[in-house]
Nanobody, 121 residues
Framework: QVQVVESGGGSVQPGGSLRLSCAASGSILGINDMVWYRQAPGKERELVAH???????NYADSVKGRFTISRDRPKKTMYLQMNGLKPEDTAVYYCNADIWAVGGGGYLEVWGQGTLVTVSS
């Protein structure tokens, strides 16, 4: 069974840093795009950062210059380095990955359970 699991969330003061990880596991033939989303209380889920198979990236305007997305293809893991955190970054952060599983007929979207990031003084 293919899954992605986020880790690294927690509580931090404004201006602090956190590093989130998203690890894919299971019988995987390949992983295409990987994406970080977040959902703040009372708000819709929004895209935070996106990385393609070949490493191209794009970011939400609200996090440009503060967050960095990366991936380690052999480890099937994606990261989100978050610096200069602000209270408005408080949200549950979700990992999303396009994964081709063994026996599958193509890429399927797989979502993680989310990890909570709280930025507060």
């Amino acid at each position: 069974q293919v899954q992605v699991v986020e880790s690294g969330g927690g509580s931090v003061q404004p201006g602090g840093s956190l590093r989130l990880s998203c690890a894919a596991s299971g019988s995987i033939l390949g992983i295409n795009d990987m994406v970080w989303y977040r959902q703040a209380p009372g708000k819709e889920r929004e895209l935070v950062a996106h990385i393609t198979r070949d490493g191209s990236t794009n970011y939400a305007d609200s996090v440009k210059g503060r967050f960095t997305i990366s991936r380690d293809r052999p480890k099937k893991t994606m990261y989100l380095q978050m610096n200069g955190l602000k209270p408005e970054d408080t949200a549950v952060y979700y990992c999303n990955a396009d994964i081709w599983a063994v026996g599958g007929g193509g890429y399927l979207e797989v979502w993680g359970q989310g990890t909570l990031v709280t930025v507060s003084s």
